[in-house]
């Protein structure tokens, strides 16, 4: 019987909380490891600790012996150097910290799609476009890339303690959280409620491309939903997945949609970029006196906001659409919906009083 004892690295996040909470309903024995533990999630045991620091991830993990193992968690630095370094390390720590355990069968890491479409400093930039659909089998850029970094740590580790893996590298992923660094769903939400308070329009800030070509993302429910199918299928051991929703749409459209929703003027693309970072450089006040009218529970803007992700994603050249063929033909057929990704992740933000 394969043993189910979950260890979810970087359990606060969009990723990792929604992977946790679907472990727990599946009956897995799951503990959640971040620096500030979640709280929020019933039955997860918290594991305070810094992958950075060594000592640390010994004794936290002392007592607890996992036997499958989600990286889900990264950490944003100035320069791509020393991405790969941090990031590199926070994967080799915790592995480290655990091998001698002997109880590892599963590693699980979490990546996304500038495995494909290069590293920050050089994001979908001319020279480096790739073919989309983007496939699995594309080789690795010829630029530094902290994302190689993490996967050649889990390389090593488990040739070391003979564990299997399988790396995951969705799409923008959308779910809710707060204090995540890349947060597209609940940045656009927050944009739209200040827009609606304020009067203002709803302004596209990305590229023509990305507005009339075709596109798709990752629901945090989806890509937890193939985090446990990868970790749990034989066919699905030692690959590389893409995971994205499994539909295509146009930002032209949903962008149109998404302002219904919150009855805010829509605004396309006009004649060149226009950035949202730049459009909410001066809301932090009137995010304030948003959440005092309607007692909300978060007024720090940043934790919600991350206008220079969106920026980034939506920014982009190109149309970018991911293949999921690889998955399907092995089995894993879970399908959801964009536009209700965005209308069940706007409905939750205002249950649980994130917006009005």
Known sequence: MMSKIALVVGASGITGSNLAEKLISEGW???????????EIKDLKPVAADLLNPESLELALADIKPSH???????????????IRVNGLMVKNILDALSGKGSVEHVALVTGLKHYLGPFEAYAKEGFLPE????????????????????DEVYAAAARDGFTWSIHRPHTVIGKTVGNAMNMGTTLAVYATICKETGRPFIWPGSAAQWNGLSDVTDARVLAAHLIWASTTEVARNQAFNVVNGDVFRWSRLWNNVAAYFGVEPVGYGTSIQSLEKEMAGDADTWKQ???????KEDVLSRL??????????GRPIEVMTDMSKS?????TVFQDTEETFYDLFDELRAVKLIP
């Open 29 to 39: 024995e799951t503990y959640g490891l971040a620096r500030t533990p979640n709280e």
């Open 69 to 83: 193992v989600f990286i889900t968690t990264w950490m944003r630095n100035d320069t791509e150097a020393e991405n």
């Open 132 to 151: 989309t659909p983007l496939r699995e089998e594309h080789p690795r850029l010829d630029l530094e890339n902290f994302y190689y970094a993490q996967e």
């Open 290 to 296: 948003i959440v005092q009218k309607y007692q909300l």
């Open 305 to 314: 906001s991350t206008a220079w992700h969106t920026d980034l994603d939506l």
């Open 328 to 332: 399907r033909k092995m089995g894993f």
